[in-house]
């Protein structure tokens, strides 16, 4: 984990936030629930600050067994059905830009390319969605929002659903913003993907930080080959 998240994790851990999520966690443990991802902290290792380009923000991990990897709509590139979410990002993608959905769910390409994917919470129970919410998480992906936020770096947010959007106050807060593009849409749930008025379907996030970012000269690529 690169030095600027650590200094925000760190301080977040001895945080009233933190620590009441440790004993959380650790209650939940003892009590026998089996909790996703085993890395909740990946994203950050993979993307450190210096390199972040695009924040994506999402909800919580996926509550399946073998879905969940630490990286906010990605899945490991062995698991053959994709969640839906993720089939509507690629959906999406190949909408917008006219990339062909991968073979694979991983999306480690984006994150070592400068995609922080980050879910507004990092953890939840097997099968139950939104079981770690208002628990601390949120507190530590203020402050990493945030964080990025002050960084002097142009960055494109993409916020997608309500509780990535209601990251954009915090954003909209920082003394640099005016050097970031805030982009939202709803969620790519098919609960959700298509609804107006900002349906993700459409949304041509993809191309539009694209563009934004390669005028700054800051190019995203959002192809998910290997590298």
Known sequence: ????????????????????????????????????????????????????????????????????????????????????????????????????????????????????????????EDGAPASHAKKGWEALSDALTLRAAADAAPKAFLLWGAHAQAKAQLIAGADVARRHLVLQANHPSPLSATRPPTPFIGCGHFSRAAAWLALRGRPVDWSLEDR
């Open 1 to 124: 984990m690169s030095a600027g998240w650590q200094e925000v994790v760190e301080a977040w851990q001895a945080s009233p936030a933190g620590q009441g999520l440790e004993a959380f966690l650790a209650q939940r443990r003892a009590a026998g629930a089996l909790i996703y991802p085993p890395e909740p902290f990946r994203a950050l290792t993979l993307t450190p600050l210096d390199q972040v380009r695009v924040v994506i923000l999402g909800q919580d991990p996926y509550h399946g067994p073998g879905q969940a990897e630490g990286l906010a709509f990605s899945v490991p590139p062995t698991l053959k059905k994709l969640p839906p979410s993720l089939r509507n990002i690629f959906k999406e993608l190949q909408r917008d830009l006219g990339l062909p959905p991968p073979a694979h769910g991983h999306l480690g390409a984006w994150a070592r390319r400068g995609v922080l994917l980050l879910n507004t919470c990092l953890t939840v």
